[in-house]
């Protein structure tokens, strides 16, 4: 199978070079930026991609806008501050050849030391797990066909994540892989772990009784 990894960036020029050698270093992939309109010197520090597109500002227009462009059979989608290490591709593809399965997520690794970060990351897996509900952080995965049968992340100013992981785990199984993914600490240490797990929940509660998410984006903080 081949791959594509897709990473949406908004002022991420110092983290995007780091993303791109970590995808790189996992094998034989394609990694496509899609840039959300910068200005600081990201799109010049992302020219170890193969491919470096701009698109509308916001995760979903600018991940499906690298789908569109990508050639891959597997779309992988990271958040500029996750990485994955050695293996990666190999794990992805031992889960895809399971009957049934479409895609799936990964088990995090927060990058900060301490015991709330090691129950945030539990939690984090126990959402996913019992509610089938991985957030982008959690490097989703999908089927290319799937995926483009799907007409990908809908168009939402928040939670595209979510909605589209809904839809994909109707069509199959999802596969929840050890990784570890990596995970930046720096959205938890900015708001604080309680708050800002406190807002991810409510956000998502709030989403599942109805209440638009577009809406529900301006009481989330802008942190990539």
């Not at 597109?53 to 569109?68: D, P």
């Not at 900060?112 to 990351?121: C, I, N, P, T, V």
């Not at 809908?154 to 570890?180: H, T």
Request: hydrophobic fraction near 45%; aromatic fraction near 8%; charge should be positive.
């Amino acid at each position: 199978m081949r791959y594509s990894i897709i990473i949406p960036t908004l002022n991420e020029a110092g983290q995007i070079a780091h993303a791109i050698a970590q995808a790189r270093a996992l094998g034989d992939v394609e990694i496509i930026v899609v840039d959300g309109g910068s200005n600081d010197e990201t799109l010049s520090a992302s020219l170890g991609a193969d491919q470096v597109l701009t698109a509308e500002r916001g995760r979903a227009a600018q991940q499906n806008a690298g789908a569109a462009a990508s050639r891959g059979d597997v779309l992988l989608f990271l958040h500029a501050d996750c990485w994955l290490g050695p293996g990666a591709l190999e794990q992805m593809a031992s889960a895809l050849a399971e009957s049934g399965c479409v895609g799936g997520y990964f088990r995090q690794a927060i990058e900060a030391a301490g015991r709330r970060f090691r129950w945030l990351e539990r939690g984090n897996a126990l959402r996913a797990g019992l509610l089938g509900l991985p957030y982008g952080d959690q490097g989703i995965f999908a089927r290319r066909e799937i995926f483009n049968k799907l007409g990908g992340f809908p168009p939402l100013a928040l939670m595209e994540d979510l909605y589209f992981m809904k839809r994909l785990r109707r069509e199959g199984s999802l596969a929840r892989v050890a990784g570890p993914l990596h995970v930046s600490a720096r959205r938890w240490e900015k708001h604080g772990v309680v708050r800002q797990t406190a807002r991810n929940w409510c956000i998502t509660l709030l989403a599942q009784l109805g209440f638009s998410p577009n809406r529900l984006s301006r009481f989330y903080p802008d942190v990539r």
